[in-house]
């Protein structure tokens, strides 16, 4: 389902490009083999499972693993510098969603495939499979006598729920604002359990927000990426396009570190209509090429590829004003915006999503429009309640008790990034906004502004040793 390109595009012209290739997604059946619309195919779970980290099928999972003390498998690059490890090389099928100059290169092996999609990705899979590490270690510590297989499932457990936390917590106020998440029953619970799971909400993955509205993102990227030295010093920049499925910075002992630094400090770009050419001409650009894909084209594509309403569609579904009219968008986004729709399309229904959501001026305390707003809080709310292994629930054989709830409640994402990297002394109390002075100080990583998980609480007795402990008055 190629997508043509004008004879009088001003980029791909100057290189005689006439189209670019597009490969249409997998159909899967509609659920219970309903006749109607294609539904693509997922090869993910939809729920948030760490399947980043730990993959989606019991054989990549074991593939993973050392096999002993619960360990996932890790390289360790720079073990004569006393460094952390790095995630193992992708060795089967090495091309795989990976450019590689020479045979000599590998990319790294994950959960999942897009680890190398572009470098500060691979950086946040090092720290969560790091993290996954330390804990069965520390696991181990607590309970000697627990074995590879529950010392590798609990500390998964525990990581599913930082992630589940994590995102609820630090990224979807950020996104969304407290008053959307309040208004779609997303802010979680500040103690004891959530009992809001409903096991007649599917938490599949919704086409607008997988084709869409969590695409928002493609605005925010930069033109450069910049390191940064642990003292917040800006020490250099690369291009964007020179870092995607190319993640062999990383093989220079402590720059991780510094690219990590430089994603806390460096502003993002603003959320709004325009995209940086580094992914709208240089995407997945060969070495020795001027040109790559453009990501954008592919947004819009995917969306009619997926056969998903236009924007207008959405902004009625969402309660919001959707009318025939060009001018009823004048307001809710910027007038030039207005203009070149009126240009483009003959009425107001043929507005692809993507395009309009992301032209949509953000909501206060958002840094989305209400339509993706809408989209995203609703996927996000079907996430929480159709989630039987949900962190806050009680009553499964999942949950955690109310102490370990308690534990996994003070973890922040500032913590996790302090205890897995080498160089970092010290981080803003919430990583993904800019520090400030008051709202957001930098703090050293030793502060117990930055608490720990108290990992005693999993502590594993058994029932005589507990007894035991229960008679001379020593029980934890």
């Not at 996932?72 to 790095?86: I, Q, T, Y």
């Not at 572009?118 to 946040?124: H, R």
Request: charged letters at 25%; proline letters at 5%; a negative charge.
């Amino acid at each position: 389902m190629e997508i043509t390109i004008p004879d009088d595009d001003y980029f791909y012209a100057k290189h005689g490009v006439k189209c670019q290739d597009f490969v249409r997604s997998f159909p899967a059946v509609r659920p219970n083999c309903r006749l109607g619309s294609r539904v693509p195919f997922n090869t993910l779970t939809g729920v948030i499972d760490g399947n980043t980290v730990y993959g989606v099928t019991e054989e990549f999972s074991r593939h993973l693993r050392t096999g002993y003390g619960g360990l996932l498998r890790m390289n360790p690059a720079f073990h004569e510098f006393g460094l952390k490890d790095l995630l193992p090389l992708k060795v089967d099928i090495p091309e795989e969603g990976c450019t590689r100059a020479n045979n000599t290169e590998f990319c790294f092996e994950a959960g999942e495939i897009r680890v190398n999609e572009q470098l500060v990705l691979a950086c946040m899979h090092t720290i969560m499979a790091r993290e996954h590490n330390r804990l069965a270690r520390a696991l181990a510590q607590v309970n000697p006598h627990w074995d590879d297989e529950t010392l590798y499932q609990e500390a998964r457990r525990i990581v599913i729920a930082e992630i589940q936390h994590i995102t609820y917590n630090e990224f979807l106020p950020i996104i969304l604002g407290k008053e959307v998440m309040e208004k779609f029953g997303i802010l979680l619970e500040k103690d004891g359990y959530w009992d809001g799971y409903d096991p007649t909400v599917n938490p599949n993955i919704i086409d607008a927000f997988a084709s869409a509205a969590f695409r928002f993102g493609h605005s925010l990227l930069p033109t450069a990426v910049e390191r940064w030295s642990k003292a917040h010093k800006f020490i250099a920049s690369k291009r964007l396009s020179d870092l995607i499925r190319r993640p062999y910075d990383l093989y220079r002992a402590g720059v991780m570190d510094e690219y990590l630094m430089g994603l806390m400090n460096q502003v993002a770009q603003a959320m709004d209509d325009s995209i940086t050419q580094e992914v709208t001409n240089h995407l997945l650009k060969k070495p020795g090429h001027h040109f790559g894909l453009d990501l954008v084209a592919f947004n819009m594509q995917r969306g009619r590829e997926f056969g998903i309403p236009g924007f207008m569609f959405y902004r009625k579904f969402c309660g919001l004003q959707a009318g025939e009219d060009f001018q009823d968008l004048f307001g809710s986004m910027p007038n030039t915006t207005v203009h070149r729709y009126m240009q483009i399309f003959q009425h107001t229904m043929d507005v692809d999503l993507w395009s309009g959501g992301v032209s949509e001026k953000p909501l206060p305390g958002s840094m989305i429009g209400p339509t993706f707003a809408c989209v995203i809080a609703t996927q996000m709310s079907f996430l929480r309640r159709g989630d039987r292994f949900w962190y806050e629930l009680p009553n499964q054989p999942s949950s955690f008790t109310l102490e370990q709830l308690r534990e996994i409640r003070k973890v922040k994402l500032s913590r996790i990034l302090c205890d897995n990297t080498d160089l970092i002394d010290s981080i803003q109390v919430y990583p993904m906004v800019l520090p400030d002075y008051e709202i957001n100080p930098r703090v050293p990583c030793r502060s117990g502004i930055l608490p720990s998980l108290d990992l005693t609480k999993w502590a594993d007795y058994g029932n005589e040793v507990s007894q035991g402990y229960q008679i001379f008055g020593k029980k934890k």
